[in-house]
């Protein structure tokens, strides 16, 4: 039988607040998206889909624009290293391989 990994979702009012408490429970790298992965910004190291799992995702819609709407991405790595992605909602979707795509829609 398969175990599931349950974790509990955080409720967050501001983008901010859920970076900054992602932050404090270990999520510290800061990631960017690419067309094959992610990017860590402070190593430069570029992580294919099949070494990285998002583990939690906070939604955050603009009070005054649609073009304010952002998403939270909480990532670790196989290896354990943990981090964080910052999206604009589906503003590089048209740029992502079926893997990532696949990759960022959380279950």
């Known amino acids: 039988m398969k175990k599931l990994k349950i974790e509990i979702m955080h409720i967050y009012d501001t983008l901010s607040e859920a970076i900054d408490d992602l932050d404090k429970r270990g999520y510290t790298l800061d990631f960017n998206l690419t067309e094959n992965?992610?990017?860590?910004?402070?190593?430069?190291?570029?992580?294919?889909?099949?070494?990285?799992?998002?583990?939690?995702?906070?939604?955050?819609?603009?009070?005054?624009?649609?073009?304010?709407?952002?998403?939270?991405?909480?990532?670790?790595?196989?290896?354990?290293?943990?981090?964080?992605?910052?999206?604009?909602?589906?503003?590089?979707?048209?740029?992502?391989s079926p893997e990532m795509i696949q990759k960022l829609r959380f279950k």
């Open 37 to 96: 992965g992610i990017e860590c910004r402070r190593t430069k190291e570029v992580y294919p889909p099949e070494v990285f799992e998002v583990v939690e995702v906070y939604r955050f819609e603009g009070m005054s624009s649609a073009d304010d709407n952002s998403v939270v991405y909480a990532i670790e790595m196989v290896k354990g290293t943990k981090g964080v992605l910052v999206d604009a909602y589906g503003v590089y979707a048209d740029s992502l």
